[in-house]
C-alpha cells in the first residue's frame, strides 16, 4: 500500500507503542470507543425513529434534533478521538483489514445521508410540526441511516475478530 511508510510511522509514535504495550491502556480506550459508538447509535436512533415516524411524534422534528445533536456530536468526538489511538496502535494491520474499511466508508456514507438531510431536505424549516404526517423523503433518510449505522456497528465487532493475533 502506498501509505505503508507513514502507518509504520504512526504506528511506532510513543503514544502508540505506549497504547499497545500497556496492559490496561489499550482496554480502556477500547471500552472509551465502544461506549462513545453506543452514544453515537443511541441518540440517532432516537433521531431517526422520529424521522420514520415511530416515536416522538408529538415533537417536530427540529426539536428532537435540538435534544440529541448535541449528545450525538460529543459522543462522536469521542468516538474518532479513542478510534484514532486504537488505529494508531496498529495503523498497518487496521489500514489493510477489509472491515476497517468498510467501518469507514459506512461513516462517510452516514455522513452523506445526513448532509443530504440538513443541507437539501430541512435547511433552515421547523420540518414536521407535531402530529403531521412524517415525508417519504424523512423516512427513507431515517431509515437509511439507522441500516449505515447498525452495519458500522457490525463491521466494527468482525474488526476485532478480525485482527486477533496481531
Known amino acids: 500500500m502506498i501509505f505503508d ?3 509504520e ?3 511506532a509514535t510513543a503514544l502508540a507503542v505506549t497504547l499497545r504495550e ?26 431517526d425513529m422520529r424521522l420514520i415516524g415511530l416515536a416522538w411524534r408529538e415533537r417536530s422534528v427540529d426539536q428532537v434534533a435540538r435534544s440529541v445533536l448535541p449528545v450525538t456530536w460529543v459522543a462522536f468526538a469521542a468516538a474518532v478521538v ?6 494508531a496502535s496498529n495503523a498497518p494491520k487496521y489500514a ?9 466508508v459506512l461513516i462517510a456514507m452516514a455522513g452523506i445521508n445526513m448532509a443530504i ?3 437539501l431536505l430541512n435547511p433552515n424549516t421547523n420540518r414536521d410540526s407535531s402530529g403531521r404526517a412524517v415525508p417519504v423523503s424523512d423516512r ?8 449505515l449505522w447498525i452495519g458500522v456497528i457490525a ?3 468482525w474488526i476485532g475478530f478480525t485482527m486477533i493475533g496481531g
Do not use: Y
Open 155 to 157: 463491521c466494527g465487532r
Open 82 to 87: 479513542s478510534g484514532a489511538l486504537l488505529f
Open 5 to 7: 511508510p507513514q502507518l
Open 117 to 119: 438531510f440538513h443541507l
Open 96 to 104: 489493510h483489514n477489509d472491515f476497517f474499511f468498510r467501518k469507514m
Open 22 to 47: 500497556n496492559e490496561t491502556l489499550f482496554p480502556f480506550v477500547e471500552g472509551v470507543h465502544v461506549l462513545a459508538i453506543t452514544l453515537v447509535f443511541g441518540s440517532i436512533s432516537i433521531m
Open 9 to 11: 510511522w504512526l504506528q
Open 140 to 147: 427513507v433518510v431515517g431509515v437509511v441511516s439507522l441500516l
